[in-house]
């Protein structure tokens, strides 16, 4: 999940303790030897934002939760990216004007509340169908999940911002404009921890607005579902946002998600996915426009995860039929009372957005954890998502082999490995190889000793050509121990000891025969009592149910000079090394590192071994300011090296080049 690259040089200056403000940008000579070329894969990530052309029937937009806008003019058979040139590529909505389809309003920023997702800075407009935009604002709503547009003029248009992730913020809610994005005004605001997930427009009157607020926190350690609060509900307006009311009549009191679409073929058909207790989630119909409610399904495939799942989309020309979007989607014809899968299956894709063309039910997109896919009859047939390299990898790592392989695990997807080059001199979807270890998230470590042989996971061997794989798990042999299983859990083999392979929990684990046999070589590395974050509100500080969770290793860097010689991070906030391959283990953690702070990767030196780099986020705590550390004295003082990094940007990972002494990468968000 590297979203901009910049090069750091390294020079004799010390700089202060403190992270320096982003003053100075990056010298433009040292990026004139990086030529970039996509090596794949070609299958989709994440989307969230899917739109397309009334009437035409070749032309949709999505928008992918990291990689950018995409237009295609054949149905979904081609897509290409139009967006790249702008600063940010989360994309968490997208909408074409009515009345002019060669306006198109993007909104920036995932509003799906995962714990890995990316932020936007706003709001975006085309005025010539994609070719070029302009910045409209918005910057601090962090992610937007909905816009809708007056069907008669394109100047006049609202978003629903979610608002930051982590903490509160002013710039969430409803807001409008009505001139093109100039300007904005914040119509709907419940408080600075209540966000905006979804505003409509009544098809019939657009001065008839309805809109979901969410009160949802992320708390810093990785726990499903992220918090719901009271601040949760439906509103109405009736004079285009002036004034508003809170809609209740039938709906549960306890209130997350909610998801909403308007028949228009009967806009005083209202249809709401609404994220509740397993009493009174599911599928709610109003047919009197928003005054009462009826609970018309509560079949938990529909509305399971709710607050990942909300989408519902009612069909333009039918008020009885209605898409309801989950592990599959799935279709109505009775008015939301029952429901048949269309697509996918109970395992996933996990879909989340539908557009229907207002003109032609036949034409359907869908947006899904594996990207996007388009039908032009009523859903018998579907374009394929391999056309769309739009996918999220945590890390990537190469081989020995010549030519070498990329290895990475994809977020939705599952690992893959991809070849350098081919002798066709050019890579298809044909050279993509899907790996079964490491999972959509894992780190994958390919034997150095035995090229083909590939780890990752928690902990899997696998030989891809052959389809050969073990489980090696060190922890199945402990199962009295409580073991605290973060999201992506480190694997690394050592550069100077290529037999050496680590594993890390809250412990470490080290094989020297493959995995065949594994000792623990370090305590506990976590902190006793991080205490708790500053950012919770109340309703996250009550569902602390899988804090412990929190807590482990989540940075291993053996020394490439020195075998014995292994750090560790934490994602609480501790830096260890061992000198002598786990005998004893010394906490080096910077002075500056509160509890919280996650240490993301820690990077041994190619040309000395009393030097290191950690990247270290901070985003979970609400803050987004790069951090990136420098030892020269093996950990005993630490200087800040983060100058030039724009403030917002906040670093995921930092890399010393082998080659060039003093030549740093650092990947940002």
């Not at 299958?43 to 969230?48: H, K, N, P």
């Not at 969430?172 to 709907?188: A, E, M, N, P, Y």
């Not at 039908?375 to 579907?382: D, F, K, L, P, R």
């Amino acid at each position: 999940m590297l979203r901009f690259l910049s090069a750091l040089l390294a020079c004799s200056l010390c700089f202060p303790a403190a992270v320096r403000a982003a003053s100075d940008p990056v010298n433009p000579s040292y990026m004139t030897n990086l030529h970039w070329r996509m090596i794949g894969p070609f299958r989709g990530g994440r989307a969230l934002a899917v739109t397309g052309v009334p009437g035409d029937p070749e032309h949709f937009y999505f928008g992918a939760v990291d990689g950018g806008v995409w237009e295609s003019l054949d149905a979904g058979r081609t897509w290409k990216p139009i967006f790249d040139g702008e600063s940010v590529a989360s994309i968490g909505s997208i909408a074409v004007a009515p009345s002019d389809p060669k306006t198109v309003y993007v909104g920036t920023g995932e509003a799906d509340m995962r714990s890995d997702i990316a932020y936007g800075n706003g709001m975006y407009k085309s005025g010539d169908g994609g070719k070029t935009w302009k910045f409209l604002g918005l910057d601090d709503t962090r992610q937007i999940g909905s816009i809708a547009i007056d069907p008669h003029d394109a100047n006049v248009a609202y978003v629903a911002a979610l608002g930051h992730q982590y903490g509160p913020n002013a710039q969430r809610g409803i807001f409008k404009t009505t001139d093109g994005g100039q300007t904005w005004s914040k119509v709907l605001y419940k408080n600075e921890n209540t966000g905006a997930t979804t505003v409509l427009l009544d098809p019939a009157d657009p001065n008839v607005v309805y809109a979901a607020l969410w009160q949802t926190r992320r708390p810093p350690w990785n726990v499903y579902p992220p918090s719901s609060g009271p601040g949760s509900g439906l509103y109405k307006s009736i004079d285009a946002g002036k004034t508003w009311s809170r809609l209740a009549g039938g709906l549960p009191e306890r209130l997350g998600r909610i998801g909403l679409s308007i028949s228009a073929a009967a806009p005083s058909r209202v249809y709401a996915n609404v994220d509740s207790d397993p009493a009174h989630g599911g599928i709610y119909r109003s047919d009197d426009a928003g005054a009462t409610w009826t609970h018309t399904d509560g079949e938990r495939r529909i509305w399971q995860r709710g607050w990942y799942f909300s989408g519902i989309t009612a069909d333009p020309h039918h008020p009885d039929v209605v898409y309801v979007m989950n592990t599959s989607t799935y279709r109505s014809t009775d008015g939301g009372r029952s429901f048949d899968a269309l697509i996918g299956d109970p395992t996933g894709p996990d879909f989340h957005t539908a557009w229907i063309d207002p003109a032609d039910s036949n034409r359907i997109i869908l947006g899904s954890d594996q990207g996007v896919i388009v039908s032009v009859n009523y859903g018998q047939t579907w374009s394929s998502w391999y056309n769309q390299p739009t996918g999220q990898f945590y890390h990537v790592i190469t081989d020995d082999a010549f030519p070498y392989f990329v290895y990475g695990a994809q977020q939705d997807s599952g690992a893959d490995m991809e070849p350098n080059a081919t002798k066709y001199l050019t890579l298809s979807q044909q050279d993509f190889r899907p790996i079964d270890v490491g999972g959509e998230n894992g780190y994958l470590a390919p034997d150095p000793r035995h090229p083909g042989l590939v780890y990752g996971g928690v902990v899997t061997r696998e030989i891809p050509v052959t389809g050969w794989e073990q489980n090696i798990d060190p922890t199945l042999d402990e199962p009295q121990t409580v073991w605290r299983n973060t999201w992506t859990l480190p694997l690394a083999f050592s550069p100077a000891d290529r037999r050496s392979l680590y594993f890390g929990h809250q412990e470490i684990f080290r094989s020297r025969d493959g995995g065949e046999r594994w000792n623990v070589i370090s305590p506990d590395l976590s902190r006793e009592d991080e205490g708790t974050p500053a950012n919770l509100d109340a309703p996250t500080l009550a569902d602390d149910n899988n804090l412990k969770r929190h807590g482990v290793v989540y940075a291993i860097a053996p020394s490439p000079l020195r075998a014995p010689e292994v750090w560790a991070g934490t994602d609480d906030g501790y830096v260890w090394i061992t000198r002598d391959d786990g005998a004893s283990w010394h906490n080096v953690t910077p002075q500056e590192l509160t509890p919280w702070s996650k240490v993301g990767i820690i990077e041994a030196s190619h040309f000395d071994p009393a030097v290191a780099y950690l990247a270290v986020d901070r985003h979970r705590l609400d803050d987004y300011r790069p951090y990136v550390y420098r030892t020269r004295d093996g950990g005993r003082s630490w200087s800040a090296i983060a100058s030039g990094i724009p403030d917002g940007s906040f670093v995921n990972a930092v890399r010393e080049d082998p080659r060039q002494r003093g030549l740093l990468y650092a990947g940002t968000e």
